[in-house]
């Protein structure tokens, strides 16, 4: 099978990295992400945390521990037989960190295709995918409704009713267990 992997929230362990930044550069304290647009949580303009992340780009992404379960999920899936393409939202300019990030911590990665915030619905019909991992409710819709189930990592920020075609795991082997029963 050809699956989707998203990257932020569900190989990339950002958050929780990116909140301690965001707590020193607002100087807050705010323990939980519970939204994922940030810029609410810090109460800020979209703009005003985007030119934070552009101006330290190389410093976040690098910073980020992998998601638990994330190398070893992923390995597992390629021994399975399985395809993966990653499609991350993340800008095209943002690509060489990516795959220095990926490089770094091992984890194996073919094909890695960047959105830069657009849908991911057009990727996912480009290119075959057939299952999806994500961490947003928001994309996980949008790939569901085009037909493509998802499998949605639990985070704090998507605590919502999910719809039709998508699965919330609480870890990646509750995904490698879900996309056996496919
Ligand atoms: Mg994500």
């Known amino acids: 099978m050809r699956i989707g992997i998203d990257i932020d929230g ?4 950002s958050y929780p990295a990116w909140l301690e930044e965001l707590n020193r550069h607002y100087g807050k304290n705010i323990k939980v992400i519970d939204d994922y647009a940030m810029h609410l949580v810090f ?3 979209w703009d005003d945390m985007n030119n934070f992340f552009i101006a330290n780009v190389e410093r976040l992404f ?3 521990e992998p998601v638990c379960g994330a190398k070893e999920g992923i390995e597992t899936l390629l021994r399975e037989g399985h395809e993966l393409v990653y499609i991350t939202a993340r800008t095209p300019e943002e690509k060489d960190v990516t795959v220095r990030w990926l490089t770094l ?3 194996p990665h073919e094909h ?4 830069g915030f657009k849908s991911k619905v057009d990727l996912v019909k ?3 995918i057939e299952a999806f991992i994500e961490d947003y409710q928001v994309n996980a819709k949008m790939i569901a409704e085009s037909g493509v189930p998802v499998f949605l990592l639990n985070t704090t920020y998507n ?3 999910l719809s039709t075609g998508i699965t919330r795991c609480q870890s990646w082997n509750e995904i490698l267990e879900e996309i056996q029963r496919l």
């Not at 569900?10 to 362990?13: G, R, T």
């Not at 890695?112 to 959105?115: D, P, Q």
């Open 10 to 13: 569900v190989v990339s362990d």
């Open 43 to 45: 109460d800020v303009p």
């Open 62 to 64: 690098m910073m980020a």
């Open 105 to 107: 911590h091992g984890i």
């Open 112 to 115: 890695v295709l960047f959105t």
């Open 126 to 128: 480009q290119w075959g």
């Open 159 to 161: 605590q919502v009713d």
